[in-house]
């Protein structure tokens, strides 16, 4: 197997050398709680496909709720990730700068995320109707606790804000359009009793996405009524999360781009997108060359360090077709250069196993913590290494 020198391939990063200036900025006006403030918009970027974003920093006003909301960190990465990857079919981030949610705040989010109370249950609650705000079907709270939940599962799961501001010709910025995802859960679970075993619901896809579409609509009336959302486009995505076990994320279902003044949500433009492991049954049955690609990969791994069975990949394909593809590696090592010696070796493999189009990411850890990050982006000639010291 031919092998590939690390001169050229291993980039080692120092922090002190890499870290980008903030030197060259542009200072601008923003509007913010009623009065008017500088910003900064840094000129440092590090992709055309990422938006840039102004200082001082402003956390979302819902810091934190996603967390607790998802099942697993990768619907997390993939949930807030993939709803920047929407927003540019709306905002162009060479126009617009992204900011996290400012109008939503945790509060309101979870007041969402109730279920919805009936008048006598409102009375037993002791709770005024305009607190009445749950976006989830009503639970009878009397009948058999297996039906209730069958016929009346949780759908929504978190509500995601993110802000896209546009700059002005008097060198200011403003709200320019906001996305809004919605979280769905693709399983409902829940408990008989306290603290007794819990039990699940799978809910249909083409159920989900019919009462997901019924929530945004909700939504967008209440965004409406928002001053600071009257007139701006507002662009709404329906995300599916993944079971609780399971060591792929969901997958974002459909999308809608509501324009300015618009209260109403017209057509939905559904998305073809879905993550799989490698290996795995569901990937081999649907997508056989590319695992065997991977399975190429992976034994080549092994060959290197005999009695190693740990190469796991996580697929990412839109309309059928493989986009990256994210590989770890855990692995022991005993000593720097075994470990440079190994990261050179799975470098070369990147480049000549898997097709140039496919962007993929290989991280190599060990029980320290990361060793070593091979970043292959699609079509790039060479792979970017880092070697954590």
């Known amino acids: 197997m031919r092998k590939h020198s690390i001169l050229g391939m291993i980039l080692i990063l120092l922090l002190a050398g890499c870290a980008p200036s903030f030197e060259d900025k542009q200072e601008v006006v923003q509007d913010s709680k009623d009065k008017k403030e500088t910003a900064i918009i840094p000129k440092y970027k590090i992709s055309e496909e990422y938006y840039q974003t102004i200082l001082p920093f402003e956390p979302s006003k819902a810091r934190g709720l996603v967390v607790s909301n998802l099942n697993t960190r ?6 807030e990730n993939g709803l920047m990857r929407l927003a540019q079919t709306q905002f162009d981030p060479e126009d617009y700068l992204f900011q ?3 109008i939503l705040d945790s509060s309101e989010i979870s007041s969402w ?5 009936t008048d006598s249950q409102l009375k037993e609650k002791d709770m005024k109707a305009s607190k009445n705000l749950g976006l989830n079907p009503v639970d009878p709270g009397k009948g058999d606790i297996d039906k209730r939940n069958q016929e009346n599962p949780i759908y929504l799961a978190h509500v995601l804000e993110h802000n896209y501001l546009v700059k002005t010709k008097d060198n200011s910025v403003s709200l320019g359009g906001v996305v809004i995802g919605l979280a769905l859960n693709s399983v409902h679970y829940y408990q008989k009793e306290a603290y007794g075993a819990t039990y699940e619901k799978k809910i249909d896809s083409n159920k989900l996405k019919q009462e997901g579409e019924k929530i945004a609509a909700e939504v967008l009336k209440r965004l409406r009524k928002k001053d600071k959302l009257k007139n701006v486009p507002i662009t709404i995505a329906l995300f599916e999360q993944n079971e609780k076990s399971s060591v792929v994320p969901g997958n974002f279902i459909s999308y809608t781009n509501i324009d300015k003044n ?16 490698f290996p795995s049954a569901g990937a081999e049955k649907k997508y056989r060359d590319d695992v065997n690609t991977f399975t190429n990969f992976k034994e080549d791994v ?7 069975n740990g190469v796991i990949g996580r697929a990412f394909y839109m309309d059928d077709q493989l986009q990256s593809l994210n590989i770890d590696i855990p692995i022991q090592f005993y000593g720097n250069s075994e470990a440079i010696g190994f990261t050179q070796y799975v470098a070369g493999l990147v480049m000549e196993r898997f097709p140039n189009y496919i962007a993929v990411q290989v991280s190599i850890t060990s029980v320290n913590g990361p060793e070593a990050l091979i970043v292959r982006e699609a079509n790039q000639d060479e792979p970017t290494v880092h070697i954590y010291e």
Do not use: A, V
């Open 74 to 79: 990768y619907d997390i990465e993939e949930f």
């Open 302 to 308: 092994e060959e290197y360090f005999p009695n190693f």
């Open 262 to 277: 618009s209260d109403n949500i017209g057509k939905w433009t559904d998305l073809d997108e879905e993550y799989f492991l």
């Open 113 to 117: 995320l109730n279920r919805k109370y």
């Open 100 to 102: 996290e949610g400012q």
